[in-house]
Nanobody
């Protein structure tokens, strides 16, 4: 496994979770990283992305102000801090990477994906 996502779970609305995406056999500082999610019965959708340095970030409109993507290149890990969670945030969350310096919100532009981690937000 080259990208390992973890940190999902069951949380009440208004709660917080922090997802981690750890790289093994991949040096994540060489990649733009993204978080996507797939709600039940829906297609995969963009959540957040960060440039290789982490200085440039972009977010899905519905998570702006609630989610924060960050990266610790020394630990070869990317994080997604999720606060004020809502039931509509329920999904399987995936991390992906793309070997370029340009951020992207398009799943097809990411070359490698880790396995997902389930986030369930109860009302």
């Amino acid at each position: 496994v080259q990208l390992q996502a973890s940190g999902g779970g069951l949380v009440q609305a208004g709660g917080s979770l922090r997802l981690s995406c750890a790289g093994s056999e991949r040096t994540l500082r060489d990649y733009v990283m993204g978080w996507f999610r797939q709600p039940p019965g829906k297609e995969r959708e963009f959540v957040a992305t960060a440039s290789r340095s982490g200085q440039r970030t972009e977010y899905r409109d519905s998570v702006k102000g609630r989610f924060t993507i960050s990266r610790d290149n020394a630990k070869n890990t990317v994080y997604l801090q999720m606060n004020s969670l809502k039931p509509e945030d329920t999904a399987v969350y995936f991390c992906g990477d793309r070997h370029t310096r340009f951020v992207s919100s398009t799943a097809e532009e990411y070359q490698y994906w880790g396995q997902g981690t389930q986030v369930t937000v109860s009302s």
